[in-house]
């Protein structure tokens, strides 16, 4: 019953700034506990940002600091705000949600929902 869609991927030069949007379909988007994941080319996919019902937010170390994560649960929307951008970013991007509430960094076996992805290409 939920569909996400991703969108604000593209190129950018090293050192610049990208905002990733995903738009939910669904009623009950406010409580799900929604993420970011990411898949560079021979690599697992892996965990990028995380918020909660409760707008509690989580990161991986090497995207702290540098990225936001955030919700408008009025528009059903997720957002991530992707600053001081380094080649090694350079990725598709998903966004997730799991119905379960969840604390801390996700796993990507335990979301329920996926988008399609959006590509994130870092030039230096």
């Known amino acids: 019953q939920v569909q996400l869609v991703e969108s604000g991927g593209g190129l950018v030069q090293t050192g610049g700034s990208l905002r990733l949007s995903c738009a939910a379909s669904?009623?009950?988007?406010?409580?799900?506990?929604m993420g970011w994941f990411r898949q560079a080319p021979g690599k697992e996919r892996e965990f990028v940002a995380a918020i909660t019902r409760y707008s509690s937010t989580y990161y991986a170390d090497s995207v702290k600091g540098r990225f936001t994560i955030s919700r408008d649960n009025a528009k059903n929307t997720l957002y991530l705000q992707m600053n001081n951008l380094k080649p090694e970013d350079t990725a598709v991007y998903y966004c997730?949600?799991?119905?379960?509430?969840?604390?801390?960094?996700?796993?990507?076996?335990?979301?329920?929902?996926w988008g399609q992805g959006t590509q994130v290409t870092v030039s230096s």
């Open positions: 669904g009623r009950a988007f406010s409580s799900y506990t």
């Open positions: 997730a949600a799991d119905y379960q509430y969840r604390t801390g960094a996700l796993r990507a076996g335990d979301m329920d929902y």
